[in-house]
């Protein structure tokens, strides 16, 4: 908080829009990882 000189209610805000995109972007990416394995395991 200090170095970006923001406040508590900034920061809070701020690490609930990072843990909802790592959430997200892992569940999609894992999503997609399965179904492009299950292709390819199907091909070979």
């Not at 805000?13 to 997200?24: E, K, S």
């Not at 399965?34 to 390819?40: A, G």
Request: aromatic share 22%; charged share 15%.
């Amino acid at each position: 908080m200090y170095m970006l000189d923001i406040g508590w209610w900034q920061a809070f805000v701020m690490d609930i829009g990072m843990t909802l995109f790592v959430l997200v972007y892992s569940v999609v990416f894992n999503w997609v990882y399965d179904h492009l394995r299950l292709r390819w395991v199907k091909s070979g």
